[in-house]
Structure formats: structure tokens, C-alpha cells
């Protein structure tokens, strides 16, 4: 596969991250989905795992900012990436994710924006319900948990459900499947984690 150019380190993300987000939800939530992103590319594209980390860690770098405006989102994003020195195949694989929202953004077209879309949502699903529990903990946590909060549409009522929905669909996974390796990608890098910041919304 070919490799993908990010145009920063990692660290030069995180620092980017948190010149634009002060709240930990915020900040946790970006993590998440970076070490999700993570341990999906070290099955389908191991070469390029920095750079699906990386677009994980900025994937709503402007929500914090311009959570007013959804529409917009990762629109204001692209530009602050590309002053920072981010490429245009990052700023791509970033607005991808919410094409759903704007249709003038590009759909997902590669493995890696496929697996953002579908799963971006439902790590905020999960580290909801994981908050609820008893353990805190991602690793006793189950499919048939998560499909118990994922049809009760008042619990974490601000996750689309659609959107989860159509990301499965694009990756040609049943739903199960989807759910069973997110919670696989979240166990992955949680083994120790007892607490997930709750959800807004």
C-alpha cells in the first residue's frame, strides 16, 4: 500500500489537539479514536498506522471551537491543518467523516475512512455505557450490552445511530461484528483504564 504523508508528527498533532480543545472530554475522546484507529491499521495497513493514528487525534480538532456551527465541521479543521503544515490526503481522510453532515465534503472512500466513519460514534457510545457500569471497565463490557444502549435511543441520545448504521454498511460488516471489534480495539488499549470521561449530550 502506499504510504500516507501526514506532514506532522504525532506530537506536533497532540500539541495542535490541545492549542484548540480545553475540555478532557474533548481530549479523551480524540485519544480514543487514535489508538481505535491504531490497532485497526496494524491489521489493514500496519506501514501506515501513524499516519490512521493521526487523523483519529484531529478527526473534530474544531468541534470544541464551532460546535455551533455543524454543518462546518472539520471545514474550519482543514485550515487550521494546513497552516500547521498537515497534508492534503490527511485533511481529506478528516473531512470524510462527516460527509454525512455537509455533502460537499468527500465520502470515505479508503479502508481507513471507512473505519473512522463507522467507528467515531460508537466509541462515544461505548465509553457512555462503560461509565455506567460497575466495573468501569471496557473489559468486561459485551455485545449484547451495547446492543441493549444502542437501541434504547434516549441513552447517549447526541450518537447517530444512522451513522454507525452506514458505517457498517461501507465496511460490508453486520453490526455485531462492528460492535464486537470496537470493543476488541477499545480493550486493546484500556486493559487498564477503570474510568471513561461520561458523554455530553
Avoid: C
Avoid at 24 to 53: C, K, L, S
Avoid at 80 to 93: H, M, N, P
Amino acid at each position: 500500500m502506499a504510504t500516507l504523508e501526514a506532514g506532522m508528527t504525532r506530537d506536533e498533532a497532540f500539541a495542535l489537539l490541545q492549542e484548540h480543545n480545553k475540555d478532557p472530554f474533548h481530549i479523551e475522546h480524540a485519544e480514543t479514536v487514535e489508538q481505535t484507529m491504531r490497532y485497526f491499521a496494524r491489521e489493514y495497513d500496519p506501514d501506515n498506522e501513524e499516519f490512521w493514528g493521526i487523523v483519529g487525534l484531529l478527526h473534530d480538532l474544531d468541534w470544541e471551537e464551532h460546535d455551533d456551527e455543524p454543518e462546518l465541521h472539520t471545514v474550519y479543521a482543514a485550515k487550521d491543518i494546513e497552516a500547521a503544515g498537515g497534508t492534503s490526503e490527511l485533511i481529506r481522510a478528516i473531512q470524510s467523516h462527516t460527509s454525512d453532515f455537509n455533502t460537499e465534503l468527500p465520502k470515505p472512500e479508503l479502508q481507513m475512512e471507512k473505519i473512522l466513519f463507522a467507528t467515531e460514534e460508537l466509541t462515544g457510545l461505548i465509553g457512555a455505557a462503560i461509565v455506567m457500569r460497575p466495573s468501569k471497565s471496557v473489559m468486561d463490557f459485551e455485545v449484547k450490552s451495547l446492543k441493549k444502549k444502542f437501541k434504547d435511543k434516549r441513552f447517549a441520545a447526541g450518537v447517530s445511530r444512522d451513522v454507525i448504521r452506514s458505517g457498517a454498511e461501507m465496511l460490508g460488516w453486520e453490526l455485531d461484528e462492528l460492535f464486537a471489534r470496537t470493543i476488541e480495539a477499545m480493550q486493546s488499549f484500556a486493559p487498564d483504564k477503570d474510568t471513561f470521561v461520561p458523554i455530553e449530550g
